[in-house]
Every structure is written in C-alpha cells, then in structure tokens.
C-alpha cells in the first residue's frame, strides 16, 4: 500500500521557538493532505486539510496564523508551529489521500512535540 | 455536523472470547464508514471499510442504518488483536474519528 513519511518522528524545542513538520507522500501523489492533533490517550482531532497549490482549510477553533500549513507540491505537505508554547505539545499526525479512491487515507507515523 | 460515538473506551477480554467494539453516528446523509486500528507504537491503519463488506483479521463490521450502528466484531480474540480501535466517518470531504476503544486481550 501508500506510504507517508512524517520528519522528524520527536522535536523538542524552546518556548517561543518554531518547528516544522514534513509529510511526505512517498509512492503516490496526494492533492489532499490533512493534519491531525493527538493528545495522549485521546483521538485524533482535524486540524486542518491541505490541498496542492492552495491556502488550507483550518477547521474551527485551529490558528492557521499559529499552524502555517504550506502544500507546494504534490508529495510534501508541512505544518509549522509558529512561536510554540507548552500547551502546544502534543502528537501531530497527518495523511494523505489515495487519488484513486477519493475516501481512502493513509497515514503517518506521526511527530510527537514536546515544548519547554 | 457529523459524530462518531465510541461508547467504551477500554475493552478487556480473554483471548478466545468474542468481541463486540460499539460506534454509532449521526450523519444526515449516507454514510461511509470505516474502523482503524492502531497497534503499540506503529500508524494509525485501515483495518475495514463497510463499502467493502470484507472480513479483515477476523474482524467483521455491519452497517446498520436503522441503529445508526457500525460495531466491530470478532468471535474468538487474539492476544495480537490488542491495540487502539476507531471508528471513522467519512463525509464532507474529510474523516471523523470516534474517541476510540483500547482493547485488551489478555491470556
């Protein structure tokens, strides 16, 4: 099947500090990327939807001013993590969707950040 | 708006006893559906899809429009068959996760 990278898999960095995040979609090319946002022992929540070449949709309650997602081509989606604060700490999970079959997703391994 | 219900969020049974993993939804529309499964430290990964009506791992899952149901089933647990499960909605151009069940299969 589909394989999406994620890099790095663990970040830690200095409050106030950005960090950026890759998704790349490895044998396939994604239009659609999405990131999700996993807290621990809880489900994943959408963030945000990338598609190629346009502005991302952020789902309610998300800054995109905070998560800058850029989706310049059709195998790379990042998501950066402008002036990062602890209570952003969590895992990041994205996926990319299968051209041919409009409902499938693959997933990531995820990036766990942690802020200090 | 779209909801996935899981209502248990920890599941523990004994290797060889049946497993029932509860979603229900609320969807307007007609449903796909889909259960993911996510084993200790790997990626989340598709474990069935209702359109398919396929049997995965021994797990089966029915659609039941009536109940706004899509639980998971398996007759005999696995010691391997422990990890995350959610149940996922697709509509809207986008996946809504259930909160999850842990299943526990011990020996």
């Known amino acids: ?116 | 708006a779209q909801r996935v219900t899981q209502p248990e969020k920890l599941l523990s049974v004994f290797k060889g006893a049946p497993v029932e993993l509860k979603c229900n939804y609320s969807y307007s529309g007609s449903p796909e559906l889909f259960w993911y499964v996510q084993y200790s430290r790997q990626r989340l990964q598709l474990l069935l899809r209702h359109i398919s009506r396929e049997s995965i791992k021994g797990f089966t899952a029915d659609l039941n429009k009536g109940e706004t149901s899509f639980h998971l089933k398996k007759p005999f647990a696995q010691e391997e068959d422990s990890a995350m499960y959610y149940c996922a909605l697709y509509a809207g151009n986008m996946l809504t996760f259930g909160g999850g069940t842990r299943l526990m299969v011990k020996p």
């Open chain 1, 1 to 116: 099947g589909a394989v999406v990278s994620q890099h790095p898999s663990w970040v830690i960095c200095k409050s106030g500090t950005s960090v950026k995040i890759e998704c790349r979609s490895l044998d396939f090319q994604a239009t659609t990327m999405f990131w999700y946002r996993q807290f621990p022992k809880q489900s994943l929540m959408l963030m945000a939807t990338s598609n190629e070449g346009s502005k991302a949709t952020y789902e309610q309650g998300v800054e995109k001013d905070k998560f800058l997602i850029n989706h310049a081509s059709l195998t790379l989606s990042t998501l950066t993590v402008t002036s990062a604060h602890p209570e952003d700490s969590s895992f990041y999970i994205c996926s990319a969707r299968d051209p041919g079959i409009f409902y499938e997703q693959y997933f990531g391994p995820g990036t766990r950040l942690t802020v200090t």
